[in-house]
């Protein structure tokens, strides 16, 4: 059995072919445990680049805390940070968004299902979710804001957050589902009103005691926009 080596670090078999053998491989002891790969309707893709801790790393971060927070106070369901396993059949996809919230709702009403793993746990999340976040590097803007654009429209997804903190100004931006593909729900004084969470956002950044930028994700009642 012929296997793909990529960049000498993830090794595909050549049995991976489809998204059912993809999701297979990636609960198998054979899946890297580093990089991230993906099924991306037909086609798999390798990033094998660490990366970046202050546009990349700290801004998913901030958002897990607080997103993660609004879980906890309001229980609205389950807020999934980076390498949440997620596929969904429709768009023939199979990826790890940088975050991915599931509400109560959605689980109740089966759009979701939480697979149970080949050793035990529950390891992936599979339908649609009521929002997925990325979080754009040098190496993913094509990704990110074309191939999984149209992915998470197939899938369904009522909201897509994509974020660019790479220079100034950064870019938030809160795609919301139509028939016709997602369309950038427009701001008002800087802020983005979500649907899906009933609350207002804005991204903002600033240096550091030490000249790194840091982020912040504030939150608001939806009224502000």
């Known amino acids: 059995m012929s296997i793909i080596v990529v960049a000498d670090q993830v090794r595909i078999p050549s049995w991976v072919n489809d998204l059912e053998s993809f999701r297979r491989w990636r609960q198998s002891d ?11 309707d037909g086609e798999i893709w390798v990033d094998t680049n ?19 927070e ?15 396993a997620l596929s ?12 991915t919230f599931c509400s109560f709702a959605a689980r109740e009403a089966r759009h979701v299902q939480l697979v149970e793993g080949a050793k035990g746990g529950l390891v992936e999340i599979e339908g649609t ?33 994509l974020v660019d903190a790479r220079k100034k100004p950064l870019q938030f931006d809160m795609l919301c589902w139509t028939e016709r593909g997602y369309s950038a ?41």
């Open 30 to 40: 054979d899946y890297p445990e580093r990089g991230w790969v993906s099924f991306l």
């Open 50 to 68: 660490r990366e970046p801790l202050f546009t990349h790393n700290q801004v998913k971060t901030q958002f897990t805390i607080v997103l993660g």
């Open 70 to 84: 609004l879980m906890e106070r309001e229980e609205l369901g389950y807020y999934f940070s980076d390498r949440a």
């Open 88 to 99: 969904n059949e429709e768009a023939n996809l199979a990826t790890e968004p940088d975050g």
């Open 129 to 161: 979710p009521d929002m997925v976040l990325e979080v754009v590097s040098a190496h993913s803007i094509r990704k990110d804001a074309k191939i999984l654009r149209n992915l998470y429209w197939r899938a369904g997804i009522p909201e897509y957050w």
């Open 185 to 225: 729900i427009r701001r008002r004084q800087g802020w983005l009103k979500s649907k899906v969470f009933g609350r207002s956002f804005l991204l903002e950044s600033k240096p550091d005691r030490l000249g790194h930028p840091q982020f912040f994700l504030r939150m608001a009642s939806a009224e502000l926009s």
